[in-house]
């Protein structure tokens, strides 16, 4: 325990339509797999959040004034990145915010690159929209993921249009470096790929040196160019309110966005506009608390994960998840495993690594303990 209330103290999800907790429901299970937290979302944000409810007209709603300055404000404040927030388009997930940039950006059958293992919708809305996912597998050294130069260089084709860059990086925590960032915008602008970076991870960076570098924040052209894809819902718990933004510099795009979405992409519901200016602008206090409670059970996993014999796991620099690889291990199937041990991990391969887990670990450390358990129960034969 930390002595932090919001932290230690967290309310029953079940029963209240949580994928999270729905999934193994039947089942004594904690699950640590979808990317939300177990915590309630800061007061400033639930007091926004009345005080538009108690307006109580919930109309069709764009952007309300204070959205993008608030936007801008947090960016400028946190990353040290200025925006025009003329140039910041609301979209209800940054999910929605991806899929249009494939139909905004490239034609069919181009081709898209990332990195892998990557966040599962990476890989799957290229086929989506008739374009192509280029899978560029990043590298492990003892200590950290590393881009693979050679390997990436090789995947260009003249049908490549976009990079989809998520910095940092879910699921390895990877912050990838201003040089890294440089280097790859090089190469980008060489070949007129456009990045789509996508940055929703980049309030939860463990340690503040050398902190996040927003892509499109380099003195580059590629960066000047490139799409940045934003949202309160992981630092401050807000998935299920739907509203992220993207920072979009260039005009005509900005004006297709929206008829780019296909008629299909829905508006935002104010509730989301009130929740992300309150957290931008008043949430950083509680992030910061946040992030101490992260720190200490990111070490409480490392340790239970070095405790088991075959299981290993680089030291994530930013978000809640831990990537851990259990190939070394005899178990067949790691996931399979830990269920039967009553903990329920995303499973590697919907992230393109079969034989890693995924674990969230923004629960209550009382909760997070007896997962561990559970982990090293499912790996003791
Ligand atoms: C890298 C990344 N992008 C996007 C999302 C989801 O964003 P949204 O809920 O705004 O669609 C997640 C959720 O875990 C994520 O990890």
């Avoid at 429901?25 to 108690?54: G, K, Q």
């Avoid at 509730?271 to 206090?285: C, T």
Wanted: net charge negative; charged share 20%.
């Amino acid at each position: 325990m930390f002595g932090d209330d919001d932290f230690d103290d967290c309310p029953d999800r079940r029963g209240t339509g949580s994928e999270k907790w729905d999934r193994w429901a039947e089942h004594d299970l904690l699950p640590l797999w979808v990317a939300d937290m177990d915590f309630r979302s800061p007061d400033v944000v639930l007091e926004a959040i009345r005080a538009r409810v108690d307006h109580g007209v919930f109309g069709y709603t764009h952007e309300p004034p204070g959205f993008a300055p608030a936007l801008a404000d947090h960016l400028r404040s946190q990353h040290g990145w200025s925006i025009d927030p003329a140039t910041v388009v609301a979209t209800p997930g940054v999910v929605a915010g991806l899929a249009i940039t494939a139909r905004l950006l490239t034609a069919p059958d181009d081709e898209i690159l990332t990195f892998t293992p990557i966040y599962p919708p990476f890989l799957s809305l290229p086929g989506l929209a008739g374009r192509r996912c280029v899978r560029v597998p990043l590298v492990s050294s003892a200590s950290a993921w590393q881009i693979d130069w050679d390997a990436l260089a090789a995947s260009i084709t003249p049908r490549t249009r976009l990079f989809w860059l998520c910095h940092p990086h879910n699921p390895t925590g990877t912050v990838f470096s201003r040089p890294d960032l440089i280097r790859l915008a090089d190469l980008c602008e060489q070949h007129r790929i456009t990045v789509v970076s996508d940055e929703i991870w980049a309030d939860l960076v463990l340690d503040d040196t050398p902190g996040h570098v927003p892509f499109a924040s380099l003195d580059h052209e590629a960066a000047r160019r490139a799409i940045t894809l934003l949202a309160p819902s992981k630092t401050w718990n807000l998935a299920g309110l739907g509203c992220a933004a993207a920072v979009v510099p260039d005009a005509s795009q900005r004006t297709r966005w929206r008829p780019a979405g296909g008629g299909l992409v829905p508006m935002i519901n104010p509730l989301g506009y009130a929740a992300a200016i309150a957290a931008w602008q008043h949430g950083d206090p509680w992030r910061r608390r946040l992030l101490a409670v992260l720190r200490r059970h990111h070490e409480l996993i490392a340790a239970t994960v070095a405790g088991i014999a075959g299981l290993s796991s680089i030291a994530s620099q930013a978000t809640y998840l831990a990537w851990i690889d259990c190939r070394g291990t005899d178990v067949a199937d790691p996931v399979t495993a830990c269920v039967q041990a009553g903990l329920g991990p995303s499973d590697g391969r919907e992230f393109g690594a079969p034989g890693f887990i995924r674990l969230n670990l923004a629960c209550p450390t009382a909760r997070l303990d007896e997962a561990l358990r559970r982990l090293q129960q499912a790996f003791a034969r």
